[in-house]
């Protein structure tokens, strides 16, 4: 079985003539229930639901609290290369882009490591541009055994792998994988990424799956915000979140909302995601899916991240940086795209206990 089955059903859905059945009522009694199915999900997400925000804030705050306790992971993302074949519109790694490519050699890469470690971070999310020829798999898990001496927990954001080689990573000591789909709309999706590897929706689409089988302890999924119509796109991601998460119980899944922001290319996203739609989507999807995980990256600027901490996240990036060694540059390097919220972690940790929360950096760790 595959999630595009699950997304078929849905494939045509009449979105707009939902919505616009959706009342009041209907929102208040899908906040009654314990347990919510896909269209209460959708209720949830619907313009109706908006005046009910801080009903839906409290309940998702409750179930955290209930599920996570008063904690936030913290972890930091680690470039290794930013060479790529593929040309999305969206992304500053365009293969079209005019910018410095590099990619770390592992004394490089120890030095980076040497820096985020005297933060005191464990976990970490290393990312590659898409190209199999400059960052294969055999490179990315020379780079783990560099890590490993540093970090306890390892995760990936790079191209989508064969289900052999995500097990040939755990091995070498990758636990988690991180893997967005952009744009679950399949005809969007063909629009925005020209012919080149990631045009291969459904590759794409069954990579978490890939990597659940192969043994991974937690995965990530979700959508690039403001490609597509947000509801649409948030309706999705909590779909696919929860079948990985019946069909592997023994799996951390969790998701990410990431908005677009500016990189290089100047691609002006399609759909405004306001401040109240982030609220929405994380508080829906709390209710929805109380025990899944909730990533708030440095997209989002100090303000709103602070107020997120009580509506349902648990996982949060500091101290990040989206260039190939732009720890250790001695001049400025471009990066993926600009981050919002550039407070390292001694800063994020004081945040958080002034919010009577205990910032985690590190909950896990193998034998």
Request: proline share 5%; hydrophobic share 35%.
């Amino acid at each position: 079985m595959s999630f595009y089955e699950v997304y078929r059903q849905y494939q045509d859905f009449d979105f707009a003539g939902f919505f616009s059945s959706v009342t009041g009522r209907d929102v208040l009694r899908v906040l009654g229930k314990d347990r919510l199915k896909p269209l209460d999900y959708l209720t949830l997400l619907s313009p109706a639901a908006e005046p009910y925000l801080e009903e839906m804030a409290q309940k998702a705050h409750r179930l955290t609290v209930q599920h996570f306790g008063r904690t936030i992971l913290l972890y930091t993302p680690l470039y290794l290369s930013n060479y790529c074949v593929n040309r999305c519109v969206y992304c500053g790694f365009h293969a079209g882009n005019e910018l410095e490519r590099r990619k770390l050699s592992p004394s490089e890469v120890e030095a980076e490591a040497r820096v985020i470690a005297a933060t005191g971070l464990k976990h970490i999310l290393i990312l590659t541009g898409e190209s199999r020829k400059d960052s294969p798999v055999s490179y990315i898990k020379e780079c783990v055994q560099v890590l490993k001496k540093y970090f306890t927990a390892i995760c990936i954001e790079i191209y989508p792998l064969k289900e052999e080689e995500y097990a040939e990573l755990i091995a070498a000591g990758v636990d988690g994988l991180t893997m967005y789909q952009e744009v679950y709309d399949e005809k969007v999706y063909a629009r925005l990424h020209p012919p080149g590897p990631k045009r291969n929706y459904r590759f794409r689409l069954d990579a978490p799956e890939r990597g659940c089988r192969a043994g991974m302890r937690e995965v990530n999924v979700g959508a690039l915000l403001g490609l597509n119509e947000w509801r649409r796109e948030a309706f999705f991601t909590g779909l696919h979140a929860d079948y990985l998460q019946n069909r592997f119980p023994e799996v951390e899944v969790s998701i990410s909302p990431p908005r677009m922001r500016p990189q290089l290319g100047g691609f002006s996203p399609p759909v405004e995601v306001t401040d109240r739609n982030l609220v929405q989507y994380m508080v829906a999807f709390r209710l929805f899916m109380p025990r899944g995980g909730i990533t708030i990256s440095t997209r989002e600027r100090a303000w709103l991240r602070d107020r997120l901490v009580k509506l349902g996240a648990t996982r949060m990036s500091a101290g990040s940086c989206t260039a190939v060694g732009g720890r250790i540059a001695e001049s400025p390097v471009t990066g993926q795209f600009e981050i919002s919220d550039e407070r390292d972690v001694a800063a994020m940790a004081r945040m958080l206990y002034e919010q009577g929360y205990q910032p985690v950096y590190k909950n896990w760790q193998y034998l």
